[in-house]
């Protein structure tokens, strides 16, 4: 079985700048999350989607950040203007449902540096 | 609001110890606790789950506890191995949130 496929793996950018990343969740997986990890510290879930469908954006900072899952599969991450406080890895996951019974599977992640 | 809560932030023991990592939470009415081991510039690997209703949960050298009462998870390592080295990450879900809350992680170095 194929796991939650990202890209790129490695982003520099200046601040200002926009960028976006990419995800593909494992096949049958409905619920999909974007998650921000700064180094030093857990991951922290900016946006959950089910199936096309935002369920939580609560932490998602929406003046620069948007996320998109056209067709309920793959989804997008993007920030736009970038600011150095952005630079951190970004972790796409996977589960089959919402509910927290569902167990989530984690990509490689995008390192994102903003200079 | 949960909170999670893992100290130390490092730890270091030679090659062959047992050890104990620890996770705390504020909010017992947690869903389940999840164990992952991240490497460097690598993702997170999910190592074990444990369900509300579960006490521990084992795989291999590893074995994870739950105790709701107390706030508190641990994952115990038998005959660590320098493989073992990388950053140990505890997250629950708790049953109103429904999503996952993270420690900010243990960095684990295990020494030939």
């Known amino acids: 079985e194929a796991g939650v496929a990202q890209s790129p793996r490695y982003k520099i950018i200046e601040k200002r700048q926009s960028v976006a990343f990419w995800c593909n969740p494992i096949?049958?997986?409905?619920?999909l999350y974007w998650y921000q990890q700064i180094l030093g510290q857990g991951p922290k879930l900016l946006i959950q989607?089910?199936?096309?469908?935002?369920?939580?954006d609560s932490q998602l900072p929406k003046d620069r950040f948007s996320a998109e899952r056209l067709k309920g599969v793959d989804s997008t991450l993007k920030i736009q203007p970038a600011k150095l406080e952005d630079s951190a890895v970004y972790l796409c996951?996977?589960?089959?449902?919402?509910?927290?019974?569902?167990?989530?599977?984690f990509g490689p992640g995008t390192r994102l540096t903003v200079t | 609001k949960q909170e999670v809560t893992q100290i130390p932030a490092a730890l270091s023991v030679p090659e062959g110890e047992n050890l104990v990592l620890n996770c705390s939470f504020t909010d017992s009415a947690i869903y389940n606790l999840q164990w992952f081991r991240q490497d460097p510039g690598k993702g997170l690997t999910s190592l074990l789950l444990i369900q509300s209703s579960q006490r521990e949960q084992t795989s291999g050298r590893l074995n994870a506890s739950l105790d709701k009462s107390s706030g508190r998870s641990t994952l115990y390592i038998a005959a660590s191995q320098p493989g073992d080295s990388a950053t140990y990450l505890c997250?629950?879900?708790?049953?109103?949130?429904?999503?996952?809350?993270f420690g900010q992680g243990t960095r684990l170095t295990i020494n030939p």
């Open positions: 989607f089910q199936n096309n469908g935002v369920v939580d």
């Open positions: 096949s049958g997986h409905a619920t």
């Open positions: 997250a629950g879900v708790t049953q109103g949130a429904q999503k996952l809350v």
């Open positions: 996951a996977s589960s089959l449902g919402s509910s927290g019974y569902y167990e989530q599977y």
